[in-house]
């Protein structure tokens, strides 16, 4: 659908089956080749290994588990990220609070903005884009 | 005598400070050295504020003994590695000529912290001078873990919630898609993204007052407002403070009214439409009513509906109820007028 998107292999990490397929469907009709979805980080650590990913939409809350070590694996590889959590952002570690957030639930106009930006080539400063990603999600 | 049994200086001129209250003041020392709060004294006159008593209470709140504790710095020994805010703060307080409370972190022989509120007070002789300075203290350790307890508590239930409502909205999509018309999914699914996103402003002050502002901000985002290419809406007033629920029941009216603007009013036609938002707060013997007027103007010709959707129902019917006020929606052929009028508490900032 969207010029920028088209095309893209997106990892999905979310553990919440129904979101996870709502997800899905947003990425496919943002015109998104959806890799996953992966509802572990072992999971998803096992797919960013293997497979070749061009940006990530990752749910923070893994069934207990955090997915910091994702956001380092994608990070280590250059791989830009939006967290989705229903999580306010000071809830987030203190190292990761300079990713963009998409606050649940969104609209898929909103995935789409945020992902676009990340895309966006890196302006002068790493966080005024970060906080641009971020704002994205009104 | 041994140097370990040897009484410095100090410590024997604060115990005999002692020996001359107890002979002086009999029972209040005896209530002072029982009682269950935390109470030391300490030498005004001597710029270190040296301790010359401390009772029962205080010795169990900080782990020393007594015999440690008489004659030693009081700022020292309660900042002990605290940080440089904490003795600061202390010193402070016992520099100055009044009395004052203050919430501070201490630490406790073994190394542990704790949180206290200590209440200093001044001691003067009879012609007014400050000789000693008394101090009180409440352990705060138990209320702050509490009030962490339920900060964690409270996140969590803001996260269940957004959670809870992206399951939600998941479910409608999942439902509905291809089985109704996209405008049907599409309508619902603003309407709990409306819901989710006030829910979400409250989960950050904390289910407190909210301000009018962040509401219509909030609610009216989505639909441009404060877009800087985007000049449709004028929001006039000053600030007000809105009960949770209200905030709640306002945003989803402006989500309501900004959605029938965009299918049929101000915001339908890209150029002209314009909406201007203005209230004002009169005060009356009940406390403030608000007067709020959402105004379109300059876009199609309307014409009342033939039939009430649920936008109109919710605001006309359940708004009113919840808001405690009175709601009415106009649709002069200009545009939609919508009056609110509702009692309020407080201007923000009073």
Redesign the interface.
């Known amino acids: 659908m969207t010029g920028a998107l088209s095309g893209r292999r997106v990892l999905l990490v979310e553990d919440?089956m129904?979101?996870a397929?709502?997800l899905q469907?947003m990425l496919a009709d943002l015109g998104c080749a959806v890799v996953g979805p992966a509802a572990r980080v072992n999971q998803a650590l096992a797919i960013i290994a293997a497979e070749q990913v061009d940006l990530a939409v990752l749910d923070i809350?893994l069934n207990g588990q955090t997915s910091y070590a994702i956001a380092d694996a994608l990070t280590a590889r250059g791989v830009p990220f939006v967290f989705s959590?229903?999580?306010?952002k000071d809830?987030l570690a203190e190292d990761y609070r300079a990713f963009p957030v998409l606050?649940?639930?969104?609209?898929e106009s909103e995935l789409g903005r945020a992902l676009e930006t990340l895309l966006e080539p890196e302006p002068s400063s790493v966080g005024s884009r970060r906080e641009c990603a971020a704002e994205a999600p009104? | 005598m041994s140097a370990i049994t040897m009484k410095s200086a100090d410590q024997k001129d604060a115990e005999s400070n002692v020996e001359s209250f107890r002979k002086e003041l009999g029972p209040f020392v005896a209530a002072t050295e029982m009682t269950s709060m935390a109470m030391v004294f300490t030498d005004a006159r001597d710029s270190d504020n040296p301790i010359i008593f401390a009772n029962d209470s205080f010795l169990a709140l900080t782990g020393y003994r007594r015999e440690e504790l008489l004659g030693k710095s009081f700022s020292f020994l309660m900042t002990r590695g605290a940080g440089p805010d904490a003795l600061a703060k202390v010193e402070a307080a016992l520099k100055g000529s009044s009395e004052c409370s203050l919430e501070v972190r201490c630490r406790r022989k073994d190394g542990e912290m704790f949180w206290a509120a200590a209440y200093i007070y001044l001691v003067r002789d009879e012609a007014g001078g400050v000789v000693q300075r008394f101090a009180s203290f409440v352990d705060l350790t138990d209320q702050k873990r509490e009030e962490d307890r339920l900060r964690f508590l409270l996140d969590e239930l803001n996260h269940r919630t957004q959670n809870t409502l992206a399951t939600v909205q998941a479910i409608a999509v999942q439902t509905l898609r291809g089985v109704v018309a996209r405008e049907v999914v599409d309508a619902f699914q603003a309407r709990i993204l409306a819901l989710s996103k006030a829910h979400g402003l409250l989960g950050r002050t904390n289910w407190d007052a909210v301000s009018l502002r962040d509401t219509l901000d909030q609610a009216l985002q989505p639909f441009g407002l404060n877009d800087k290419w985007d000049a449709r809406f004028t929001v006039q007033g000053d600030d007000v403070r809105l009960q949770p629920k209200t905030a709640l029941t306002l945003a989803m009216m402006f989500h309501e009214l900004a959605t029938n603007a965009t299918e049929y009013g101000a915001l339908s036609e890209s150029g002209e439409g314009r909406i201007d938002i203005a209230w004002q707060v009169e005060p009356t013997p009940q406390g403030g009513r608000m007067r709020l007027r959402w105004e379109e103007s300059g876009g199609p010709l309307v014409e009342p509906p033939r039939r009430k959707g649920f936008g109109s129902r919710l605001i006309e019917g359940g708004l009113a109820q919840e808001l405690d006020g009175e709601v009415r929606i106009d649709y002069p052929p200009d545009g939609v007028v919508c009056h609110v009028v509702m009692p309020v508490t407080a201007p923000v900032g009073e």
């Open positions: 919440e129904l979101v397929w709502l469907d809350n959590t229903g999580y306010a809830r606050q649940k639930p969104f609209h009104h």
